[in-house]
């Protein structure tokens, strides 16, 4: 009898044993009533199965068997990116991995639930869960950008235990859609980086906060304060968290002044976030108080004045407040003996990088993008031996970079792309084994590229694009025959490159190839087709490149048709076939490519009609077809493309009228509804097309309901009539050249509206009467031709040739016009003014043709050329000066 009281207590030991140690059934019911509401495409809870809840995955447990944490948050949020339409979308190599849908209440009844992350997943704008209130031990509690929407009211007061709370529903992605350009040069800006929403919480007050007195670490960016931030007394809540050591308010529509009074009595802050908000300045003095903070960011939040003294930060981010002014030598007076991390792009910065700027030698991360620095790079940076981060592009550095670079043993990153950097690249900067980026592009460099950079290690991003440079690498595949790059590009910078048709080594993997206007001859290289990682490419592959997203085939040598193949390239955004010699009829298998943007097959020899479904290719932004041999009229389809910017379809061979719906077109005449102007830039480019645009009495209607175009280009047509007084209502343009038609109205007095107007060209016409003393006022004018009308009276006193270009971009020479600058009267002859114009146009004709054949002889169109040895401190008006050569071009052609 004992025996078997015995062996019933051992059976019921042990079985309840068994029964604790795969976990409580309550919470194990309780989690699989939590997964039966949820979807879970990447089957991150197929281990949840079994009696033994504690070895599933994300879930932890105590001692006692009791689940203590719930670790969901997605191990691998999509990455995304702003595309040029400003839509969201996943780059090619994203899968995902976010649960989704409702939070069940049994989630809730876990009572002793110490951690919970569920982070980064989607439920599908739901509220803050009520029951939140019940998990009283909570200390660790992260819903950050899991899409909820709701307002903050005291969802979280009874979690006094709380020592972390992310409550974030924004965060940073590349934006591409601010970037400038216009159909042949890009521009840098300041806005690569961009706040996406995941989910909206707002909060009119911070009261939630009072009880929170542990809190260690409190993240709210994306938090919507507009309205607690009208109170001058909003961050006082904040003041009573007298434990924390972490604050992060990034985005979250602030509207005062940093509220410095109420961080003094946060005597543990160590980490200090605000940026991208909108801060009365300056940035107070007072920071300096706060002797335990080591990190402060107040990034792009409108702030101007001077940066103070901080010298017990760390990390120091004040980058994109164009008003604030940085005057290096005050600033590296006096010593910041912890700083390792400093970023102060796209701020004012006088005069150049001091020597004295060395003395920081715990400096390990600098940026110092667009801040106009000047001077050369000191020898003494060299000696900075722990930077590992050198970032100072789109300035005005000049000189050599050192042989010295080599000292830079921890170096990974150097950038100095868009600078003025002259001279060879040293073989010495092959000893930088830990260099990972390297970019060179748009500087003066010369010589050649070192034979060894293919070898570094490490390296898997070269950039030499855009310079002087004249040698050859007489073996691509040589070169990187022991390396992995991800990124390659050394279009355009001088270098000849050979191409192996010898198959490359299988770890050539790049995701970007740029070889443009590299004297490359021949059809498309076969290596290019193994290339089944490639996303970017000039030149490039074919329809295995499927992650394909930039092709940029242009200014090379290449002839004969596009293969087909291409079509299988279903993500390619950016095309551009400009400069070739490639001809046939419009490529078919485009119709395919529906994520195009950009497509550019100008100065070809394509012919035939523009195909009806161009209309389809519902992302289209920029459409340039000039110089081609493209008949026939423009189809009606392409009144479709409501996201196009940019047409051109100058000098081929089109005939017939305009579509009537292309003055309806969205893009092409709506200002964009949130504001942002950048890479709204609209261009109207139908010149020497002989259009029939005077249909149905539309000559002109079809330019005034164009408010916001920016250039326009209607040379070497048939307009007649009036031009009409609406035309003053394009406040945005800057180009306007109505050359070679038969106008015959007066100028309209209303072209004084026109103030930011550089270029005007009314040339070649009938127009009559006076011109406009209104004229005058046009302050930013540069190019100005009258040439060729039927004028009379005087030039208009105040309108004087040094107020136009330095190069006498002024053409006003006619017969029956009296008057002429310096004085000239009535009785003087101007036919010599007009010898001398017309002897220049001579000139600028002779200087156009032998510019192409010398340009085509390289592989290159002649305006680029020019473009490419310009300096580049004309780069902030070099878009402009394309549209002024393109405009001198058309009346070169149009007069012969």
């Given at each position: 009898?004992?025996?078997h009281?015995?062996v019933?207590l051992l059976?019921f030991f042990?079985?309840?044993?068994?029964?604790?140690?795969?976990?409580?059934e309550?919470?194990?019911?309780?989690?699989?009533n939590?997964?039966?509401?949820?979807e879970?495409?990447s089957?991150?809870l197929?281990?949840?199965?079994?009696?033994?809840c504690?070895?599933?995955h994300?879930?932890y447990c105590s001692k006692s068997?009791h689940?203590?944490?719930v670790?969901?948050?997605?191990?691998?949020?999509?990455r995304?990116?702003l595309n040029?339409?400003?839509?969201?979308v996943?780059m090619?190599t994203?899968?995902s991995s976010?649960?989704?849908g409702k939070i069940?209440?049994?989630l809730?009844?876990l009572?002793?639930?110490?951690?919970?992350?569920?982070s980064f997943n989607?439920?599908?704008?739901?509220k803050?869960?009520?029951?939140?209130?019940?998990?009283t031990?909570?200390?660790h509690l992260?819903?950050?950008n899991?899409?909820?929407?709701?307002?903050?009211?005291?969802q979280?007061a009874?979690?006094?235990?709380l020592?972390v709370?992310?409550?974030?529903?924004s965060y940073e992605?590349?934006?591409?859609?601010?970037i400038?350009?216009?159909?042949?040069s890009?521009?840098?800006?300041?806005?690569?980086?961009s706040?996406?929403?995941?989910?909206s919480?707002s909060?009119?007050?911070l009261?939630w906060?009072?009880?929170?007195h542990?809190?260690?670490?409190?993240?709210?960016s994306?938090?919507?304060?507009?309205e607690?931030s009208q109170s001058?007394?909003?961050?006082?809540t904040?003041s009573?968290?007298s434990n924390?050591?972490?604050?992060?308010?990034?985005?979250c529509?602030i509207?005062?002044?940093?509220?410095?009074n109420?961080?003094?009595?946060?005597t543990?802050?160590?980490?200090?976030?605000?940026?991208s908000?909108?801060?009365?300045p300056p940035i107070p003095?007072?920071?300096?108080n706060?002797?335990s903070?080591l990190?402060?960011?107040?990034?792009?939040s409108?702030?101007a004045g001077?940066v103070?003294y901080?010298p017990?930060l760390?990390?120091?981010?004040?980058g994109s407040?164009?008003d604030?002014s940085i005057n290096l030598?005050?600033?590296?007076?006096?010593?910041?003996p912890?700083l390792?991390?400093?970023?102060?792009?796209?701020?004012?910065v006088?005069?150049?990088?001091?020597?004295?700027?060395?003395?920081?030698t715990?400096?390990?991360?600098?940026?110092?993008?667009?801040?106009a620095?000047q001077?050369?790079?000191?020898?003494?940076?060299?000696?900075?031996?722990?930077l590992?981060?050198?970032?100072?592009?789109?300035?005005?550095i000049?000189g050599y970079?050192?042989s010295?670079?080599?000292?830079l043993?921890?170096?990974r990153?150097l950038?100095f792309f868009?600078n003025?950097?002259?001279?060879?690249?040293?073989?010495s900067i092959?000893e930088?084994s830990?260099?990972?980026?390297?970019n060179?592009?748009s500087n003066?460099l010369t010589?050649?590229?070192?034979?060894?950079?293919?070898?570094i290690?490490?390296?898997?991003?070269l950039y030499?694009?855009k310079?002087?440079?004249?040698?050859?690498?007489?073996?691509?595949?040589s070169?990187f025959?022991?390396?992995t790059?991800l990124t390659?590009?050394?279009?355009?910078?001088?270098l000849?490159?050979?191409v192996?048709q010898?198959?490359?080594s299988p770890?050539?993997?790049p995701?970007?190839?740029?070889l443009?206007s590299c004297?490359i001859?021949g059809?498309i290289?076969?290596?290019?087709?193994n290339l089944?990682?490639?996303?970017?490419l000039v030149?490039?592959?074919?329809g295995n490149c499927?992650?394909?997203?930039f092709?940029?085939l242009g200014?090379?040598?290449?002839s004969?048709?596009?293969?087909?193949?291409l079509g299988g390239?279903k993500?390619?955004?950016?095309?551009?076939l400009?400069?070739n010699?490639?001809?046939?009829?419009?490529?078919i298998?485009?119709q395919?490519?529906q994520?195009?943007?950009?497509?550019?097959l100008?100065?070809n020899?394509?012919?035939?009609?523009?195909?009806?479904?161009?209309?389809d290719?519902?992302?289209?932004?920029?459409?340039?077809?000039?110089?081609?041999?493209?008949?026939?009229s423009?189809?009606?389809e392409i009144t479709k493309?409501e996201?196009?910017q940019v047409?051109d379809?100058?000098?081929n061979?089109?005939s017939?009228?305009?579509p009537?719906k292309i003055?309806g077109?969205k893009m092409?005449?709506s200002?964009?509804?949130d504001?942002n102007?950048l890479?709204?830039?609209v261009?109207?480019?139908?010149?020497?097309?002989?259009l029939d645009?005077?249909?149905k009495?539309?000559?002109?209607q079809l330019?005034?309901?164009?408010?916001?175009v920016s250039g326009i280009?209607?040379?070497?047509?048939t307009?007649?009539g009036?031009?009409?007084q609406e035309?003053?209502q394009?406040?945005?343009l800057?180009?306007?050249?109505?050359s070679?038609?038969?106008l015959?109205?007066?100028?309209?007095?209303?072209i004084a509206?026109?103030?930011g107007?550089e270029s005007?060209d009314?040339?070649?016409?009938?127009?009559?009467?006076?011109?406009?003393?209104s004229l005058t006022?046009?302050?930013?004018?540069?190019y100005?031709?009258l040439?060729?009308?039927?004028f009379?009276g005087?030039?208009?006193?105040?309108?004087h040739f040094d107020?136009l270009s330095?190069?006498?971009s002024?053409y006003?020479?006619n017969?029956?016009?009296c008057g002429?600058?310096?004085g000239m009267?009535?009785?003087k002859?101007?036919s010599s003014s007009?010898?001398?114009?017309d002897?220049?146009?001579?000139?600028?004709e002779?200087?156009?043709?032998?510019v192409?054949?010398i340009?085509?002889g390289v592989?290159i169109?002649?305006?680029f050329m020019i473009?490419?040895l310009m300096?580049?401190k004309?780069?902030?008006?070099y878009?402009?000066?394309?549209?002024?050569?393109?405009?001198?071009?058309?009346?070169?052609?149009?007069?012969s």
């Open positions: 009898m004992k025996h009281t015995f019933s059976f042990l079985f309840s044993l068994s029964v604790v140690t795969c976990c409580r309550n919470e194990r019911e309780a989690l699989l939590f997964k039966s509401f949820l879970d495409p089957n991150r197929s281990s949840w199965q079994g009696p033994n504690c070895s599933w994300g879930i068997w689940v203590v944490a670790n969901l948050g997605n191990p691998a949020p999509a995304v990116i040029g339409n400003k839509e969201l996943a090619p994203s899968i976010a649960l989704k069940s209440s049994s809730f009844t009572s002793h639930l110490r951690f919970l992350d569920l989607n439920f599908t704008s739901s803050i869960p009520s029951g939140l209130s019940n998990l031990y909570l200390t992260n819903l950050s899991a899409m909820f929407e709701d307002s903050i009211v005291a979280f009874n979690l006094t235990s020592r709370l992310d409550l974030s529903c992605v590349p934006d591409v859609s601010s400038s350009y216009n159909l042949t890009v521009k840098l800006s300041d806005s690569w980086h706040f996406i929403h995941r989910g919480l909060s009119s007050n009261n906060l009072e009880g929170l542990n809190l260690r670490e409190l993240r709210l994306g938090v919507d304060l507009s607690a001058n007394k909003w961050a006082e904040l009573l968290l924390l050591r972490s604050l992060y308010l990034l985005n529509r509207l005062s002044a940093i509220p410095i109420h961080l003094l009595n946060l543990h802050l160590s980490s200090l976030r605000m940026d908000n909108v801060f009365t003095n007072q920071l300096a706060l002797s903070l990190i402060f960011g107040i990034k792009h409108h702030l001077s103070p901080l017990q760390k990390e120091l981010y004040v407040n164009h604030i030598n005050s600033m590296f007076a006096v010593p910041w912890r390792e991390r400093l970023d102060i792009q796209f701020t004012r006088f005069g150049s990088i001091p020597t004295s700027f060395s003395n920081t715990s400096l390990v991360y600098f940026v110092a993008d667009g801040c620095i001077g050369s790079i000191p020898p003494s940076i060299m000696n900075m031996t722990r590992e981060w050198l970032q100072l592009n789109a300035n005005e000049s970079l050192p010295s670079i080599s000292n043993k921890s170096l990153n950038a868009q003025s950097l002259e001279g060879s690249i040293p073989d092959c930088n830990s260099l990972q980026y390297l060179l592009e003066r010589g050649n590229l070192p034979d060894c950079i293919g070898q290690p490490s390296l898997r991003h030499v694009y310079n002087q440079m004249n040698g050859t690498i007489t073996s691509l595949r070169m025959q022991n390396s790059p390659v590009r050394i279009g355009f910078s001088g000849t490159v050979k192996d010898s198959p490359f770890n050539f993997q995701r970007v190839l740029e443009s004297n001859g059809g290289p076969n290596f290019i087709s089944n990682q490639l996303a970017y030149p490039n592959s074919l499927t992650s394909l997203i092709l940029n200014g090379n040598n290449l004969g048709s596009i293969p087909s193949e390239a993500n390619l955004s950016y095309l551009d400009n400069g010699h490639f001809d046939g009829h419009f490529p298998f485009i395919k490519l994520m195009m943007e950009v497509m550019k100008a100065h020899k394509f012919e035939g009609k523009i195909p009806r479904f161009i209309g290719l519902k992302n289209l932004r920029i459409i340039s077809l000039a110089w081609n041999c493209f008949s026939g423009i189809p009606e493309l996201k196009l047409m379809f100058s000098n061979k089109l017939g009228p305009i009537e003055d077109m092409l005449t200002r964009p509804t504001g102007l890479g709204y830039a261009s109207l480019l139908i010149a020497g097309v002989e645009i005077v249909t009495g539309r000559s002109y330019v005034a309901v164009y408010t916001y280009d209607l040379s070497c047509n307009l007649t009036n031009i009409p035309i003053g394009l406040h945005g800057y180009m306007l050249n109505l070679h038609n038969g015959s109205s007066e100028i309209p007095r209303s509206e026109m103030r107007l005007l009314f040339s070649f016409n009938h127009l009559r009467g006076e011109i406009p003393r006022l046009l302050d930013s004018l540069s100005l031709n040439s060729y009308n039927n009379s005087e030039i208009p006193r105040g309108m107020t330095a190069d006498g002024a006003i020479g017969k029956f016009l002429a600058p310096g009267n009535c009785n002859s101007v007009i010898e001398k114009f002897a220049e146009d001579s000139r600028l002779i200087l156009f043709y032998g192409v054949g340009g085509y592989g169109s002649g305006f473009l490419n300096k580049e004309w780069r902030v008006s878009s402009r000066a394309i549209d002024k050569i393109v405009m001198r071009i058309i009346q070169c052609l149009c007069k």
